[in-house]
């Protein structure tokens, strides 16, 4: 049984559609990347799963039940996009308090506390936070009561890149352990690494669903190939313009080619017959790569009609 069904769901606010036919689903132990312009949707789709809205057409279903039902709020945690605190209490007053409303083990409070780094800032008032500890104490509050499923939305906002890094971390951890995760964001760089599928959205509808793996392979981008400390960077330019192949300079004695689907091999066996080089990447198209595909093809789509 799937953690997450959504099936044929529209949402309506008045005469505007801010979801339209979503299919969408998320199994145990998975991590989706729900990602879209504002407006796109991603929020009103986790405000759906967390039964804080009803569907206007379709069905959405958590652990197999609808998601109003109190037993499944019990197993969700969320981290909202703009976290709000009560000023004058501290970091472990809040989380106490939301443990009591949770209902959750009280001596999860200080553990939680030491796992999103604010252990030595536990008696500090909230309003002396800065805005990345608040998102941290944000994470912690979502995490109560060792959550099945959990929504974040926008969770690295105001993270310096090593608190970002530890989030991820803990979201590994959260996966192995089997809990269910959809995580919104529009910091695209590091996500990949961390989820098992993506989904895009544009104008309430679903323009991508897939692994990585899946939408590279639909998408059809090239692979890039990056050479340097070369000897005939010029000569392996020209050659590879001749058959048709987008190239250019890399550094002071290195060359880059698009490697379109299936001539990734033969234009290392290229490179490797005719020069040595003194390092080799192989990039193949990023999440944001094919984001700005799919939003640039689902343009031209919209222009056409």
Request: proline letters at 5%; hydrophobic letters at 40%.
């Amino acid at each position: 049984m799937n953690v997450v069904e959504i099936e044929g769901v529209s949402q309506y606010y008045g005469d505007v559609a801010v979801l339209r036919g979503l299919d969408l689903n998320l199994a145990q132990g998975e991590v989706l990347g729900l990602f879209g312009h504002n407006g796109a949707g991603k929020t009103t789709t986790m405000k759906l799963i967390l039964g804080l809205l009803r569907a206007s057409e379709g069905q959405v279903r958590v652990f197999g039940r609808a998601p109003s039902d109190p037993s499944v709020r019990q197993m969700l945690g969320y981290l909202p996009e703009n976290v709000m605190f009560y000023p004058q209490l501290s970091g472990l007053e809040t989380l106490r308090h939301f443990a009591r409303l949770k209902g959750a083990a009280p001596e999860q409070v200080q553990r939680l506390l030491e796992e999103v780094g604010l252990a030595g800032a536990a008696t500090r008032r909230v309003k002396t936070y800065s805005k990345g500890m608040r998102q941290r104490l944000g994470l912690a509050q979502a995490l109560l009561g060792q959550p099945r499923l959990l929504l974040l939305d926008e969770p690295t906002v105001g993270l310096d890149p090593i608190a970002t890094q530890d989030l991820y971390q803990l979201l590994d951890r959260l996966r192995w352990q089997g809990t269910s995760i959809i995580l919104c964001s529009h910091v695209l760089p590091g996500v990949e690494a961390h989820i098992n599928r993506a989904a895009i959205l544009t104008r309430g509808r679903l323009l991508a669903l897939g692994s990585l793996a899946r939408l590279r392979e639909d998408a059809g981008l090239p692979t890039l190939i990056r050479a340097s400390g070369l000897s005939r960077a010029d000569w392996l330019r020209q050659h590879w313009r001749s058959e048709g192949h987008a190239t250019q300079g890399w550094g002071a004695e290195g060359v880059q080619v698009s490697a379109p689907d299936g001539s990734k091999l033969r234009l290392l066996r290229q490179l490797l017959a005719q020069d040595d080089p003194s390092d080799v990447e192989i990039k193949p198209p990023s999440l944001e790569d094919l984001y700005r595909h799919y939003m640039v093809r689902a343009a031209a789509e919209e222009t056409s009609l």
